[in-house]
């Protein structure tokens, strides 16, 4: 025979189970209602153990599998990460792949192009000099952007490759005779994939807010 | 310690939540509240010494049990060794070397 009160028993415990794991801003919505679905199947496990119950019984129940607070606690000490919650390690997608891949090879463009334009035009065109000093600058926005995961310095990357585009529309609309197609061209493939770089680093390690944890 | 003792529970055979409850709680007084085997069964299939699956039950509804992995099996090899020498030496302090 079921006991008078046992649903309403029942149900006050789970409620106030739930109440209190609600209080656990670590847990998920799945670890929640897997620890309350375990708890209610124990308390059927229990009663259809029983062949006459009563109101006690439940009672008595319900006090071997400790009160709602004892319970959620040990589910919030069972966690593994109770302490410091890590991110999800996230999986790159698609695109992110391919900008990965466009920044490589942008960057093996322009290195090929930039030895090419020193082996066929020797020195004459431009100068060494400023040129390494602006290839040294670029390969510092980049392995600052892919090592430092810094999103600012993937702006960086994006207005200096800004800045190039713009040096070379000038030239190509208003000084055509000044402007050296592989020297250029070399330098904005080197910048711009210096910035997909960044921002490629940028969406595929973002950076680990932690959350609060009770 | 307790969670070898479940680890031991389940190396014969994959048992369920209930009856591991009733074994350590009611049986065993390893635990106090029989409520704490839960969580303490979903960290341990987290950390990968137990898997779980559903299987009918003929009383009522499914019931998840769980089993050793292969993982779980050695840390509850590494834990025993480990016991012997703990009880061992409080043996020697407690007993005065009559152990």
Not at chain 1, 121 to 144: K, N
Not at chain 1, 192 to 212: D, E
Not at chain 2, 13 to 42: H, K, S
Request: with cysteine; aromatic share 8%; net charge negative.
């Amino acid at each position: 025979m079921t006991a008078p009160h046992a649903k309403q028993i029942v149900a006050g415990y789970l409620a106030r189970l739930d109440q209190e794991l609600d209080s656990l801003s670590a847990l998920t919505s799945s670890e929640k209602s897997e620890a309350l679905a375990q708890i209610e199947s124990h308390v059927n496990e229990a009663r259809g153990a029983l062949t006459d119950e009563t109101d006690a019984d439940i009672l008595n129940i319900l006090d071997r599998l400790g009160s709602p607070d004892e319970v959620a606690d040990s589910v919030r000490s069972s966690r593994p990460d109770a302490s410091i919650p890590v991110a999800p390690k996230k999986a790159p997608t698609t695109f992110e792949r391919t900008l990965v891949m466009a920044a490589i090879l942008m960057w093996a463009g322009g290195l090929a192009s930039l030895i090419g334009a020193l082996v066929l035009f020797s020195t004459s065109d431009f100068e060494p000099a400023s040129f390494l000093s602006l290839f040294a600058g670029i390969c510092g926005v980049m392995s600052g952007a892919v090592v430092f995961k810094r999103p600012a310095v993937a702006v960086v990357g994006v207005l200096l490759a800004a800045v190039a585009v713009g040096r070379n529309l000038t030239y190509w609309y208003l000084l055509p005779s000044n402007f050296n197609t592989i020297d250029d061209a070399a330098l904005v493939m080197l910048v711009l994939g210096g910035a997909l770089a960044g921002v490629a680093a940028t969406l595929l390690h973002p950076g680990q807010v932690p959350k609060r944890s009770s | 310690v307790v969670e070898y003792c479940v680890l031991s529970l389940l190396e014969p055979e994959p048992r369920y939540g209930f009856e591991i409850a009733q074994i350590l709680g009611t049986d065993g007084r390893l635990l106090l509240t029989e409520g704490t085997v839960y969580p303490l069964l979903a960290r341990m299939r987290t950390a990968g010494l137990v898997t779980s699956e559903w299987r009918e039950s003929k009383s009522g509804p499914p019931r998840r049990y769980y089993e050793l992995t292969a993982s779980g099996r050695r840390a509850l090899a590494a834990f025993r060794e480990e016991w012997i020498q703990f009880r061992r030496a409080v043996d020697v302090v407690l007993l005065g070397g009559k152990a």
